[in-house]
């Protein structure tokens, strides 16, 4: 993501709805990318003041705690399960809680470049697995799982954080959407 102006860029929704007719790959890789594009559009046009602003007290949950866990959750899963790499995590590597809790407003703008940075990598490592049955190289608390348990996961785990990020984004700015 490109920053303009000390903003998050503010991203045209062009997004197309995954296709009704498609097999389980392609169906399961055009929901997350749908997921993935929706980010920027609901994090577009925010000051770092906004970015970190707690919008729903007594939550604690800001925009870009959500970006920071989302860029994690993405190194994690595809980095260390799929790729079976010991990365370590971007953020919460040394506090649990950093993702959600550790930002500042002068590191907030590159929180959120940062998500697009993840983003290239995990589909990379994601495109070299062919079969979503086949065990990955990663284990999940010891136990063997695969690239479609590992996309299933990150689709829900969108789903609820975008969702999350409709209501933070309406009690900063007022601006709701899809």
């Known amino acids: 993501m490109d920053l303009i102006n000390d903003r998050t860029p503010e991203v045209p929704d062009a997004r197309t709805g995954p296709p009704f007719m498609a097999g389980e790959r392609e169906s399961l890789e055009a929901w997350l990318e749908f997921y993935r594009i929706t980010l920027p559009i609901k994090v577009g046009g925010l000051t770092p003041e906004q970015l970190c602003r707690p919008a729903v007290p007594p939550s604690k949950l800001t925009v870009v705690g959500i ?104 009690c900063v700015d007022g601006t709701t959407g899809y």
């Not at 993702?99 to 907030?108: I, L, M, N, R, S």
């Not at 990598?121 to 348990?149: F, I």
Request: glycine share 6%.
């Open 67 to 170: 970006v920071r866990h989302l860029s994690d959750v993405e190194r994690y899963w595809f980095s260390n399960v799929v790729a079976g790499s010991t990365q370590a995590a971007r953020y919460k590597a040394v506090d649990p809680d950093a993702d959600f809790t550790g930002y500042t407003e002068d590191g907030a703008l590159a929180d959120v470049a940062a998500y697009g940075e993840e983003l290239v990598h995990a589909r990379e490592l994601a495109a070299a697995v062919t079969d979503l049955d086949a065990p990955l190289p990663g284990l999940r608390r010891g136990q063997e799982l695969n690239l479609r348990w590992v996309y299933t996961h990150m689709i829900e785990e969108y789903a609820r954080h975008l969702g999350h990020l409709d209501l933070l984004r309406e």
